[in-house]
């Protein structure tokens, strides 16, 4: 099991920066290096509590499903999306958004376990907390982009 925390500084409204991080159509753009598209569940639009999305990606060279479903909202200060089919053993992962001084702070917590036992174990310690670090950070600096222009208006209802 392992647990990976990465904040994002935005300089934007709490609720701008939840809605974008809900969104369908602003995961798949700010995951554009994994060829991530949703292809099951809510495939657009906003996410709201009890909905859920099948994601197909390629991450690690393998093209992979993970089914997640939002599971606690609190809109604008946190939700909740867990694994319910996938690859790993367990994901769940906890957005939070705290007012600060300059806007936002975006705070994701994921929390997982690897697949394949021991081996698993291995990989997730010495590659795969690495790998899904940079992607939560590498997310986070795309949504920051859009909430910190005019670019999240096209992904969310906000105001």
């Known amino acids: 099991m392992a647990i990976i925390r990465v904040e994002t500084n935005i300089a934007a409204d709490p609720a701008v920066c939840f809605d974008l991080a809900r969104s369908v159509d602003a995961h798949i753009h700010s995951a554009d290096g994994t060829s991530e598209r949703a292809v099951g569940g809510v495939t657009t639009g906003l996410l709201q509590l009890g909905d859920e999305v099948t994601w197909r990606a390629r991450h690690l060279g393998i093209t992979q499903e993970l089914t997640s479903r939002l599971t606690a909202f609190d809109r604008p200060r946190h939700f909740r ?36 036992g021991p081996l698993g174990t291995l990989v997730e310690r010495f590659y795969l907390t690495w790998y899904m670090s940079r992607f939560l950070e590498r997310r986070g600096q795309a949504l920051r982009a859009l909430a910190e222009s005019d670019g999240w208006r096209r992904f969310t209802d906000a105001d």
């Open 81 to 116: 999306d867990e694994m319910v089919r996938g690859v790993f053993r367990r994901v769940v992962h906890d957005h939070y958004f705290e007012v600060v001084p300059k806007g936002t702070r975006m705070v994701d917590v994921f929390d997982y376990s690897a697949p394949f």
